[in-house]
């Protein structure tokens, strides 16, 4: 969106402080529902290793192991979750929230190698075929799990949202996939009593596949919050609204941030402010913004730089808008901003915000100075190339 000026509207509180949710801390809240996880988890594993052996069904036990891998998961989270929580110190300035993003790769690892596991049995069953034998009880116990697994999963998942858990959300997840493998290993054998067809060992191949597939959407999840991934939209621009709505604040621009963790943000942001205010002034209303943001939002502001804005009108409007109408046709620039003309010494400065997606992002901010350049010969153009860090 080419922009100019503030950008109206209130902003809602986005949250942020865990700490407060019902029933106590965000890490209890984690460790709690893991724990539960956990002990059901253990139950269905038992059940069915015990029915998938007693019938020879190779389906039903890798469905019983990939429920031990799901106990094994929770208890990394829950590990995780402990180390997450340890205060700063020198060596970790920031905390350990990081943590968590390391866990969910530890987690993501263990998916993948219990799929590739049950993969190489299920094509050593294919290979070697045998005939399995079911009960009316057998059925009703994997009829049965698949129930607890869909009250299971729902559960933790909504738990992983609403406590922003990464790990808690990918258990959640997995254990709803865990359900509809179960259900189709039920109507596999619903298939063999009614028409002597096995497909339990191709039935376990799919599954397997199905399970590698969400150990590596797993990985490459945790390793793209690692590198660092783009802020929420709609955070960023509830964070901007905020700032947006303290006078004297032209606008919000060049918001950064950074995550240390779910929900552990620090950033930096430029305000747009008169140039007319005292130092004093702006030092003001840059800690009464810094305050705001973390009560409403639970980051931490590190730096706000300023843009100073023109009050003089006149020469500085005509210019400001006749260069925005110069460079409005360029697809590749999201956002004008931070303009200024100095006409004491003949300088033109202003921000541009150039698109990743352009095949050379140097060649259109050299394009804009180009342009700016001939409209205005008699002016030093000052043009800064931002990048596209936040909505």
Not at 74 to 80: E, P, R
Not at 91 to 113: C, N, Q
Not at 231 to 255: C, H, P, Q, R
Request: proline fraction near 2%; aromatic fraction near 6%; charge should be negative.
């Amino acid at each position: 969106n080419k922009e100019e000026g503030k950008a109206g509207g209130p902003a809602e509180n986005s949250g942020g402080a865990a700490d407060m949710l019902p029933g106590g801390s965000r890490d209890k809240v984690i460790v709690r529902t893991s724990v539960i996880g956990i002990i059901a988890n253990i139950f269905l594993a038992g059940f069915k290793a015990v029915i998938g052996m007693a019938v020879g069904s190779i389906a039903i036990v890798l469905d019983a192991v990939n429920n031990l891998s799901d106990v094994l998961s929770s208890l990394i989270t829950i590990i995780g979750t402990k180390l997450a929580a340890k205060a700063a110190d020198k060596e970790h300035p920031f905390g350990h929230g990081r943590v968590e993003y390391l866990t969910s790769m530890i987690i993501a690892v263990i998916v993948l190698y219990a799929g590739i596991t049950s993969l190489v049995e299920s094509v050593k069953k294919i290979i070697h075929p045998t005939v399995p034998e079911y009960t009316t009880l057998s059925l009703v116990i994997v009829a049965v799990a698949v129930v607890v697994k869909i009250l299971l999963g729902r559960y933790v998942k909504s738990v992983g949202e609403k406590v922003n858990s990464g790990s808690l959300i990918g258990s959640g997840q997995d254990a709803l996939l865990d359900s509809v493998i179960s259900a189709s290993t039920l109507v596999a054998a619903l298939i063999f009593i009614g028409t002597g067809l096995s497909l339990e060992a191709w039935l376990g191949a799919v599954i397997s596949v199905v399970i590698i597939k969400a150990g590596l959407d797993l990985l490459r999840e945790g390793y793209s919050q690692i590198l660092g991934e783009r802020v929420n939209s709609e955070m960023a621009k509830d964070i901007k609204s905020t700032i947006n709505s303290f006078d004297n604040v032209m606008g919000a621009y060049d918001l950064v941030m950074h995550s240390y963790g779910p929900d552990r943000w620090l950033g930096s942001v430029h305000i747009e402010v008169p140039d007319v205010l005292h130092a004093a002034d702006i030092d003001a209303l840059s800690r009464k913004i810094a305050d705001k943001v973390f009560e409403k939002h639970g980051v931490i502001l590190t730096g706000i730089g300023i843009y100073s804005y023109n009050t003089c009108g006149g020469e500085a409007v005509k210019i400001r808008k006749n260069i925005y109408h110069l460079i409005a046709d360029d697809d590749y620039i999201l956002q004008i901003h931070g303009f200024y003309l100095d006409q004491e010494n003949k300088k033109i400065s202003f921000d541009v915000v150039v698109d990743y997606d352009a095949p050379d992002r140097k060649a259109v901010w050299k394009n804009v100075c180009d342009k700016v350049q001939a409209a205005y010969p008699d002016y030093q153009i000052v043009v800064n190339m931002d990048s596209d860090t936040s909505d």
